[in-house]
């Protein structure tokens, strides 16, 4: 059955020949297409390079009669880890807007469908929405793991796959070549190869375990600006891998004063008593929050007493700085990894 709309939902890093198949498919059975461009709050970094209008910019490229119509529209899609029903709810909204924006209401509803192809646990999403159609579109044309493209294209001799990109990908990724972003990028994949090269004699793959801090006070949460890779330059949380000889706490609160140097007009807070101000914890778990492998971290919650003046802060040990950042001017696009999730997460009473 003939769609109004087709939904097909991504995070195209970049968009190539797998993902033109399902548009073309959607483009025969459907007069609108929506495609949902995921992570579009992420910071850049080796699994999630390009932004959401640069990647939207790529399909443009590719269909610039298709995307000048109504025929194609290209809309962003917010990660929200730790919180399966907001992302569902992100999708509902933006595609309904997105209907009502082509003219369909509830006098004239739209028959609504999603189209992928199920590669893998990431096409989960197609048995989300129980409310639209859904078209699986068969591996005609192979199935293709842009994770492969990235690695060959990141690094010192970079490889375009001229054969799986669309020719206006492969134009756009030479000259995007030329950046300073992909310079950014590839070294965060070189830091990347070697740390895990340095794992390789392993037994098995390692898991690594961390802390982080969500220190609270006034309205504001305590960052660092991280000083190496990977995440250079980006905004994150205290913390660091736990020592064997430490509790969890006393990890995260270690790190927390090596980093930021927490004082007040007494001088440095003691442990004894940033203990007194924790005011919950949550691990965090996600197998691909990190690009040194499966790591994960536990978090502690410090709720420091309001004040009219913050707790004094400065940077230590790695981090370039220490600062405090007010919770409403926090954007996930200049937050390491999978930090501005975890604020919110604890925040929102993780205990």
Known sequence: MKQD???FIGRFQPFHIGHKFVVDAALEQAEHVIVLAGSANRSPCLRNPWSFEERRDMIRKVYPYET?????????????????????????????????????????PAKIGLIGHSKDNTSYYLKLFPQWNSVNVPHEVGVFNATDIRAAYFKGAPTIPHDIIPKEISAYLKDYMMGEAFRRICAEARWAVDYKASWSSAPFPPTFVTVDNVVVQSGHVLMIRRGGQPGKGLLALPGGFVDHNETLLESAIRELREETRLADKHGPFPMGKLKGFMAGQGVFDDPKRSVRGYTLTHAFLFRLPPAKSLM????????AEALWVPLGELDPRDCFEDHYFIINKMLDGVS
């Open 312 to 319: 004094e802060v400065i940077g230590g040990d790695d981090a």
């Open 68 to 108: 000048g119509t109504d025929r194609l529209i290209v809309r962003p899609l917010d990660d929200t880890l730790y919180n399966d029903e907001a992302w569902t709810s992100n999708v509902q909204k933006t595609v309904m807007e997105t209907v009502a924006e082509l003219g369909f209401d509830r006098y004239n």
């Open 5 to 7: 709309v087709l939904v």
